[in-house]
């Protein structure tokens, strides 16, 4: 599995290489932590970065939204695009502003979309979507229709141009610094989830499942 | 203060207009909360979205870097460039696996950065990302040098053409599944940080300042 993805011009880090990671297992994990993604496409000469859900399947990313949408009408026409993934893990908190920074993971992913038609393909789609917000949410809900699968346009984006970016671990501060008077070290930062909030609407008698009250992202 | 920002053609929604939001209070306050924003901009035909720190100063946004990034090289020919911030709220898990949701506050702002050459604006910016991440920060810090403010490329985005973009509240299922037993609401989700982890190389006798301490984003 541990498999490396090749480095291309566009991924290669030029000025810190030790934070460049292109290791297939640890930018699934990247990937699959994350709720959201940031598209970045060109339309009418002008950049765009919209966020949306996604979900891994295998070794490609998939998105959805609606076949109206901008974004959804632009990647369909298989254009350039970049999708960026970020996990902020801590504040870096240096005796120097200069050397304030940020732990971090993040992924960035270079290619074209390309439109998934066939039906049964999108059925795994919308389901890697739903599993990948909460794990076996899957069979606890009604699937979708064909006509929410017409209405749905799910595109697939291949990590073949892939790489990582993480920062971890202490400041670092100018040698003479260290012998300031200042508190330095990490700050951790996580992403975390609060009591389940039901629907005003809930029909009675049904209690959170154990996938929703226990939920960890990790 | 509660301003509206125009809309444009670029920023107004078409779909869901009902989830836009032009107001500069409510721009501001997702924008502060935010610790990463994701640049996009396109460099040799090829868009690019880049995660990295930034700050709020009056009616701009402040991002910095290496001069020598490939990031900080494009934007400073004045480019057109895309910033989005995005902030997850809450899952929303509804009946179908169709509506299936989530609760975010996004600020996507259109524009052309410029470089802050002047020094002392160079200074006020630095201190802005300092006390973006924790505020009451500058006053402990060693302030940055002029060599390093030379060596720090700062550019300033204006928030003249900026919108917001929120979902709150509730799955909307269809009619006929609220009947179907199946759990549904909002799972809440929020960055909280952990306990401050200090410097290996920590001076001793330095206890955690309270504003480290009592860390809180909102």
């Known amino acids: 599995m541990n ?9 290669k880090l030029k000025r810190i290489p030790k934070r460049g990671n292109f290791e297939r297992e640890t930018i699934y994990k990247i ?13 009418n000469n002008q950049p765009f970065v919209i966020p949306t859900s996604f979900a891994r399947i295998d070794d490609r990313l998939v998105i959805h939204g609606s ?42 992913v270079f290619g074209k979309a390309k439109v998934v038609s066939e039906e ?24 979708p229709t064909k006509n929410e699968l017409k209405g749905t ?10 790489s990582a970016k993480i920062r971890t671990g202490n400041p670092v501060d100018d040698e003479e610094d260290y012998n300031l008077d200042v508190w330095a070290g990490v700050l951790p930062v996580h ?24 939920y960890s992202r990790k």
């Open 3 to 11: 498999e490396i993805i090749h480095p291309t011009e566009k991924t």
């Open 120 to 143: 049964q393909e999108k059925y795994e789609a919308l389901k890697a979507f739903t599993e990948h917000i909460v794990p076996d949410r899957w069979a606890e809900i009604r699937p």
């Open 67 to 108: 076949a109206a949408s901008r974004m959804m009408r632009s990647l369909s026409e298989e254009i350039d695009v970049c999708v960026t993934v970020t996990l902020v893990d801590g504040l870096v908190l240096a005796r120097s502003a200069f050397h304030h920074s940020m732990n971090y993971r993040s992924v960035v």
């Open 191 to 214: 992403l975390t989830t609060g009591a389940p909030v039901a629907d005003d609407r809930l029909k009675s008698g049904i209690s959170v499942p154990p996938n929703i009250l226990n």
């Open 31 to 43: 990937l699959d932590e994350a709720f959201v993604c940031h598209v970045g496409f060109v339309a």
């Open 153 to 162: 346009t799910v595109l697939s984006l291949a990590l073949t141009e892939a």
